[in-house]
Nanobody, 121 residues
Framework: QVQLVESGGGLVQAGGSLRLSCAASGSNFRLLAMGWYRQAPGKQRELLAGITSGGNTNYADSLKGRFTISRDYAKNTVFLQMNSLRREDTAVYYC???????????????WGQGTQVTVSS
């Protein structure tokens, strides 16, 4: 069983940056594809970025280069660096994982509890 714990959320002013972390345990991290989602109140969950077990990345077109996903194999952790934050980025951000060697994963099997990001104007 894979356990995922997100951290790094909080309150930030528009234009600022945050880095989210997701620590994975109970798993073979090197075999996991990882992803970041978010869900704003009244909206559907949105896939933001994914990183394969081999380190290849993909992003939602809507992010326009503001977010970067990365992983640290030594720390069993995946990160989401978020820059130029906007009020509309306010949401609960979730980390997700799936055992996969696919070049792109669109559905995940394991989920964290989420971390709140609030962007003020």
């Amino acid at each position: 069983q894979v356990q995922l714990v997100e951290s790094g959320g909080g309150l930030v002013q528009a234009g600022g940056s945050l880095r989210l972390s997701c620590a994975a345990s109970g798993s073979n991290f090197r075999l996991l594809a990882m992803g970041w989602y978010r869900q704003a109140p009244g909206k559907q969950r949105e896939l933001l970025a994914g990183i394969t077990s081999g380190g290849n990345t993909n992003y939602a077109d809507s992010l326009k280069g503001r977010f970067t996903i990365s992983r640290d194999y030594a720390k069993n952790t995946v990160f989401l660096q978020m820059n130029s934050l906007r009020r509309e980025d306010t949401a609960v951000y979730y980390c997700a994982a799936k055992y996969s060697v696919s070049s792109r994963v669109l559905e995940y099997d394991y989920w964290g509890q989420g971390t709140q990001v609030t962007v003020s104007s």
